[in-house]
């Protein structure tokens, strides 16, 4: 059974920082992408950052670029999301998501598998 499981997300005022983790268990971490994901109440689940299975390729939304830094530990079966000069607009619940295939792709349906979800709220 596969298992993904957030950590990390808190209260934090503007202009601070958090480190998200995801824990994965059930599955051989390094042979697939893993992307975060955010939605904010009322909004639908985005795309925030993707890594691919190599760790080489990144990609993130325009919103985060600059401030957020998605990596992987394949030896930890972990995935990071390092945000930096958080704003507001960066509340929401933050889930981790893994995809059977090698490269970053951005929709929903393209993973499989997703973490519970941990909130982040950024206080002005």
């Known amino acids: 059974q596969v298992q993904l499981v957030e950590s990390g997300g808190g209260l934090v005022q503007a202009g601070g920082s958090l480190r998200l983790s995801c824990a994965t268990s059930?599955?051989?971490?390094?042979?697939?992408?893993m992307g975060w994901f955010r939605q904010a109440p009322g909004k639908e689940r985005e795309f925030v950052a993707g890594?691919?299975?190599?760790?080489?390729?990144?990609y993130y939304t325009n919103s985060v670029k600059g401030r957020f830094t998605i990596s992987r530990d394949n030896a930890k079966n972990t995935v990071y999301l390092q945000m930096n000069s958080l704003k507001p607009e960066d509340t929401a619940v933050y889930y981790c998501?893994?995809?059977?295939?090698?490269?970053?792709?951005?929709?929903?349906?393209?993973?499989?598998?997703w973490g519970q979800g941990t909130q982040v709220t950024v206080s002005s």
């Open positions: 890594i691919s299975a190599s760790g080489i390729s990144t």
């Open positions: 998501a893994a995809r059977n295939g090698r490269s970053v792709l951005t929709t929903n349906n393209d993973y499989s598998y």
């Open positions: 059930g599955r051989t971490f390094s042979t697939g992408a």
